[in-house]
């Protein structure tokens, strides 16, 4: 499997200009550009968090003024939500291997797949470019009234968002149809690794979901331009109907960044547990199953909002429902840990981590999903706690445990394993120590989005503030420890963890293309015969 | 590329025609129950005809009845996501 | 040699570029939906000024501009079922005739459109900001809706004539024509949200 100078990378220790990477219609090679922004960003995002964080460290305006404060919170949304979390396992992950897993040597449509990175890019441009101008400060919901008198640049962020809801779609499109079309020989749909049934449902949530969001978007551009009149109660209008078209997407939106992290755990588990995946198709159809349920539970972030009685009771309903199969998915990862022979390798220890946090970030969601004790919680730190657990401890930590599992593939070099474990460990410590005191606090009564608080706060408040040093420390680590492992690490043979998926048959990093003759299909993607 | 192209039907001019006509009809239809002072009649009507046209507009122009089951897939999970949301969206709006 | 076969089958995948497409016009039936959405539930809480705005609008042109749609979306299926014979002219008039059937359709809405404005009816003008609050929302969504499918008309015949180049220079032919179907389909689907506009705005409230 020897491929000296003959990858995607290009010839030995020459990449090429960016120009052979920013037009590139491969996949690959626009996987690698994703990773790479979507990484910037998150560091913005992070450096945000952070500085919301430590702005708490004392009463009063500390490093910033309260105005600054709103700001800050509505930017570290936007930017961690469209920017990072949404994209990041599928466009990164979902570019770079689906084709490769199914055996195919690109996506159906490659041009549209860079298009839709230059969409991305430009979304990104124009939502930096309001923290320059004047970033927005209605919070990352934009909710109306609010949203269509502030003089901040709310158009230009919502329009920024909708660009970047374009690129999304486009992605969607592609991975749908390069599913259906592209799959190799032998590869029938029960036969897909359990991270392409996870991205196939994603898509589809993108292509049905986000659109609504763009409309809704577009509504308030035309609102605050024309003054259409739609949301606004002076003329008629009911704001309530903006927040039902926003989290008719936004909700989904929520899947969208936890399916393909549960994909990538279904992926790791397996491996390191030597071991047949429990209910492949238990978990298949549960990733359908959350897309599909998950489209109809957006009414509970509205139970005190003034929506009817009637609805709160059905919404709730839905949002005890879509627990069921979240839940099957747990236990059939669990189930699959019983009786196998565990290897405790990074990615493996990552993907621990998730299950843990991600348990955490549901049962709170069921708390939350109750009509009562939402009353009380609502727009609390317990609310904040809960979606950091679903998103950061979930997606969050699926993502970086991808990130260990295929970096090797990707790079063609290993990292440090001892580092990426103490990386991983003290990530775990921090994100425990920055949100665990979010619920207490939550539950006490501590409003989010507050730029003060009483005094009775303060100590968890600090607890918290020290946990975000802690966090970043680890992502410090982590990132040194894996960009060190990119550029100068070992090198990685084609299958160091012994998978069985088609993504390891072929030799670290890939060449230009895939695969020099389309593989035939013969097994499952979890059948460790013959490896190792 | 090219059995599959053999294997599509061809519709024929007059079929086009012919629910040409038929969608003009409809649109004339629509117009005249709407003036029909008759109550319920008088939502339900247009809208019932507006879809039966779009049934024809995709079942023929679109060629959709000659597509295979995965294209007619796409666009009946589209149509239950939008009637299913619409009707989330109702149970708020109707009982607040 | 095997590897360019390869190369070439995957970028006329006839059956992706369809599948492709079809997702994509569900996407646009997904925009139309937020407004015809809020124009039902706004209905609901204002039923009597929405009658009353409603019946502000001619029905006469909403009732052309509809059978004006319809027969361009005829022509556009023409089009494709000629280039499927071979007929390339032909082909070329059915598209010309679609275009400026669409020409039409944007014509008589600048009327519809002028019409209201002259009168003040429009988000921001002195009649608007006087009219009792549902009827200030029905033509807030009228000019929302109508505007951009007015945009979507635009696009569509901006492809349209796309492909009428593609054609004319034999790029699309009878026996690769996935690009003009393509662009068919997208009319179509500018010609069914119509469908569903004239009878919300013009016929029902």
Not at chain 1, 398 to 417: C, D, S, V
Not at chain 1, 493 to 504: V, Y
Not at chain 2, 20 to 46: D, F, H, K
């Amino acid at each position: 499997m020897a491929n000296e100078g003959a990858g995607y990378l290009g010839t030995e220790g020459r990449p090429g200009g960016i120009s052979s990477w920013i037009f590139s219609t491969d996949h690959k090679r626009i996987g690698i550009l994703y990773l790479v922004s979507i990484l910037s960003f998150f560091v913005v995002g992070v450096s945000l968090g952070f500085l919301m964080r430590l702005e708490l460290i004392s009463h009063g305006p500390t490093i910033m003024e309260a105005s600054t404060y709103n700001s800050v919170f509505t930017l570290h949304g936007v930017v961690m939500l469209f920017l990072f979390i949404i994209p990041a396992a599928p466009s990164i992950f979902g570019n770079f291997f689906l084709p490769i897993m199914i055996g195919a040597n690109d996506v159906s449509f490659p041009r549209l797949n860079l298009l839709s990175w230059w969409f991305y890019m430009a979304g990104a441009a124009l939502a930096l470019a309001t923290l320059a101008l004047g970033p927005a400060d209605t919070g990352w919901t934009f909710y109306a009234p609010y949203s269509l008198r502030t003089g901040t640049y709310v158009s230009l962020a919502v329009f920024a968002v909708f660009v970047l809801g374009l690129s999304s779609i486009l992605t969607g499109i592609n991975f749908v149809t390069t599913v259906h079309r592209l799959r190799a020989p032998g590869m029938g749909f029960w036969r897909l690794p359990l991270f392409v049934w996870a991205v196939y449902a994603t898509a589809w949530i993108q292509i049905v979901a986000t659109p609504i969001l763009g409309v809704n978007l577009l509504l308030v551009i035309a609102e605050r331009v024309f003054g259409i009149g739609v949301f606004d109660p002076a003329k008629g209008g009911d704001p309530i109907l903006y927040q039902h078209l926003f989290w008719i997407y936004s909700h989904p939106a929520v899947y969208i960044m936890i399916i393909p992290g549960m994909g990538i755990i279904s992926e790791i588990i397996p491996v390191f547990a030597r071991k047949v995946i429990f209910g492949y198709r238990a978990i298949a159809y549960s990733s359908l199953g959350i897309a599909g349920v998950g489209s109809l539970v957006w009414g509970h972030h509205m139970f005190v909002s003034g929506s009817s009685y009637t609805a709160g009771v059905i919404f709730s309903f839905f949002t005890f429902l879509v627990a069921i199969p979240s839940a099957i998915k747990v236990f059939n990862w669990v189930g699959t840990l019983y009786k196998g022979s565990i290897v405790l390798g990074t990615p493996f220890l990552f993907a621990l981590a998730f299950i843990f946090l991600f348990s955490i970030g549901g049962l709170t969601g069921l708390i939350l999903g109750a009509l009562s004790i939402n009353v009380h919680l609502h727009d609390t730190y317990f609310v904040v706690s809960h979606f950091h657990y679903i998103k950061f401890g979930g997606a969050g930590f699926a993502f970086f445990a991808g990130l260990h599992y295929w970096l090797p593939k990707m790079t063609g070099r290993m990292y440090n394993t001892k580092v990426a474990n103490w990386s991983c460990l003290v990530l775990f410590i921090g994100f425990n120590l920055l949100f665990f005191p979010m619920l207490i606090l939550g539950i006490e009564g501590m409003p989010r989005r507050y730029f003060d608080y009483l005094p009775q706060y303060s100590t968890l408040q600090i607890v918290s503030i020290v946990g975000s040093w802690v966090l970043v420390t680890g992502l410090i680590m982590m990132f040194v420890n894996l960009i060190r492992g990119a550029f100068r690490g070992p090198r990685a043979p084609f299958n160091p963890w012994g998978s069985a998926t088609l993504e390891w048959q072929i030799p670290s990093p890939p060449q230009r293309e895939n695969f020099e003759k389309i593989p035939e299909v013969t097994k499952g993607p979890y059948d460790f015969r013959g490896l190792r | 590329m090219h059995e599959r192209e053999e294997g599509r039907v061809r519709t024929g001019y007059a079929t086009y025609v012919l629910v040409w006509l038929g969608l003009m009809g409809l649109t004339w239809l629509s117009v005249t129950v709407a003036g029909i002072e008759a109550g319920a009649l008088n939502i339900a009507g247009p809208l019932i005809i507006a879809s039966i046209k779009a049934i024809f507009v995709l079942a023929v122009f679109m060629h959709l009845k000659s597509e295979h089951g995965l294209t007619r897939w796409v666009i009946i999970i589209g149509l239950i996501v939008f009637i299913v949301s619409g009707a989330l969206v109702f149970s708020d709006v109707a009982y607040r | 040699m095997n590897e360019t076969f390869e190369k070439t089958a995957l970028h006329r995948d006839y059956a992706a570029s369809k599948l492709g497409m079809w997702l994509f016009l569900l996407t646009e039936l997904g925009l139309f939906f937020g407004p015809l959405l809020l124009y039902v539930m706004h209905d609901i809480r204002h039923p009597e000024a929405f009658h009353a705005a409603s019946s502000g609008l001619d029905r006469t042109i909403g009732f052309v501009n509809t059978l004006v749609l319809l027969t361009s979306s005829l022509t556009a299926a023409l089009s494709v079922a000629s280039i499927r014979r071979g007929k390339t002219e032909l082909t070329l008039i059915f598209i010309f005739v679609t275009v400026t059937l669409g020409g039409i359709f944007l014509v008589n809405k600048y009327f519809e459109w002028t019409g209201k404005i002259a009168h003040g009816i429009y988000p921001g003008g002195d009649a608007f900001a006087g009219l009792p609050p549902g009827e200030a929302v029905f033509y807030g969504l009228y000019f929302f809706a109508t505007g951009l499918h007015g945009l979507h008309v635009i696009a569509g015949m901006l492809v349209l004539a796309i492909a009428a180049v593609l054609t004319a220079s034999g790029i699309v032919n009878k026996r690769d024509f996935v690009k003009l179907e393509n662009a068919a389909l997208y009319w179509h689907l500018v010609d069914i949200i119509w469908i569903f506009l004239f009878p919300f705005f013009y016929l029902i409230s």
